[in-house]
């Protein structure tokens, strides 16, 4: 399976960056060559200049919710022209996925809890 | 478990609109007030104005990512104050979740998929 980088460690993350949003639905086929290229695919996106972190989760069902985060677009334009992965996206249509659908979003506003034994309710908050 | 509406019908959504990402970490417990408040909430979002669809997926290492779809900035703040959502949030706090993180993001590029039997290869690209 894919890994994902803690939400919460976000050290050096500017204070402007993008999400990728990526949602999809799994066809049947390809179990074995799906779980190889989609962790290839996130250990070079780790290495691509601009990358600050990935989040993924896959359910029952084959639905999937992976979202990658970058210090501007040109670094999310360049991921998307490499070559590897340009080979990937073009497996992943034939063999992969029954629809998937990508949103790049520019985060405005982002807050988060952290349970604690001590402090239950601590919640940062934070607008720009 | 929570409803998805599908990431493919986007009739009537307007050009510019909003994403929250929600990411969190189940606690291990609280397991069918967690269910019964997670429908709940995704029932009461789609009846709140400015809503425009959600996703949602939950991996077996308690692992989720939700993101809803809004028009603007505005109806999320809206929903983030509606009295019983604050009642449930206040519950995820102290029951539901470890950790949570919630992005608000500016949509700012879409493209899609749908593979077909005939033509496998569509993809729609839009840049706003």
């Known amino acids: 399976m894919m890994e994902t980088d803690s939400a919460l460690d976000k050290n050096g993350w500017p204070e ?14 390809g179990d074995d060559i799906y779980d190889l290229t989609a962790d290839r695919m996130v250990w070079l996106a780790q290495r691509q200049p601009g990358f600050l972190g990935v989040e993924s ?3 029952d069902d084959g639905i999937g919710i992976t979202v990658s985060y970058w210090v501007d677009r ?9 070559a590897e992965h340009l080979a990937a996206q ?3 249509r034939q063999e992969f996925y029954d629809w998937y659908r990508i949103r790049v979003a520019e985060v405005v506003s982002e807050r988060s809890f ?5 402090v239950k309710n601590s919640e940062l908050d934070r607008d720009i």
């Open 16 to 29: 402007r960056y993008f999400a990728v949003i990526f949602t999809a639905q799994r066809s049947l086929s």
């Open 57 to 59: 989760v896959g359910g």
């Open 74 to 82: 040109q670094a999310i334009a360049n991921w998307r022209q490499h």
């Open 90 to 92: 073009a497996l992943g």
């Open 114 to 118: 952290i349970a604690d034994t001590i």
